[in-house]
């Protein structure tokens, strides 16, 4: 198959095929005598998993040390259960910060729909303390209010 085809049936660009061959990602193949690389048919199969891993959230370091998982020896099986568990607190990790960004980002939604018309809007003031390179403030407290008319 040529880089063309791999890249195709796997559903990303060849710059993207080239960048993993140099990160050692995927393997160079051998050149045909015309020159082009000959992939074998299981590198569809690679350059999606490596795809899925990063829809996941792993970045491509993390994508090598799950690659590494698949060609074990007998022998090694507590080796790769230690690398496993070191992946389980990466993601463990990442569902944490995550959480936690959701969670602000609920408040400032709030804030947001809360606020007067002359305050700017919390999600605009976050954002642009992120872009001057500073910490973003603490969202402002949200109130335990139930939302509809207020009684008269």
Same mark, same amino acid.
């Given at each position: 198959? #040529?880089? =063309? ?5 796997? =559903?990303?660009?060849?710059? #993207?095929? @080239?960048?993993?061959?140099? %990160?050692?990602? +995927?393997?160079?193949?051998? %050149? /045909?005598? &015309? =020159? ?7 590198? +569809? ?11 996941? !959230? ?7 040390? *799950? *690659? &590494?998982?698949?060609? +074990?020896?007998? &022998?090694?099986?507590?080796?790769? $259960?230690?690398?496993? &568990?070191?992946?389980? /607190? ?5 569902? #944490?910060?995550? $959480? $936690?960004?959701? $969670? ?10 809360? =606020? @007067? ?9 976050? +954002?642009?303390?992120?872009? @001057? ?11 335990? %209010?139930? /939302? !509809? /008319?207020?009684?008269?």
């Amino acid at each position: 198959m #040529t880089i =063309g085809e791999v890249a195709h049936m796997a =559903g990303v660009n060849i710059q #993207t095929m @080239r960048y993993y061959e140099r %990160r050692g990602i +995927v393997p160079k193949p051998p %050149r /045909r005598t &015309s =020159g082009y690389r000959a992939y074998p048919l299981d590198t +569809v199969l690679l350059v999606r998993f490596i795809k899925r891993a990063q829809d996941l !959230g792993f970045t491509l370091d993390e994508v090598l040390m *799950l *690659l &590494s998982f698949r060609n +074990v020896e007998e &022998s090694q099986r507590e080796e790769t $259960a230690i690398r496993a &568990s070191d992946v389980i /607190r990466i993601i463990d990790a990442k569902a #944490t910060r995550m $959480a $936690a960004m959701k $969670a602000v980002l609920d408040q400032l939604v709030f804030s947001c729909r809360e =606020g @007067r018309a002359i305050e700017p809007c919390p999600i605009v003031e976050v +954002v642009n303390e992120i872009a @001057r390179g500073n910490e973003p403030p603490a969202p402002p407290a949200t109130r335990n %209010r139930k /939302r !509809g /008319r207020r009684k008269v």
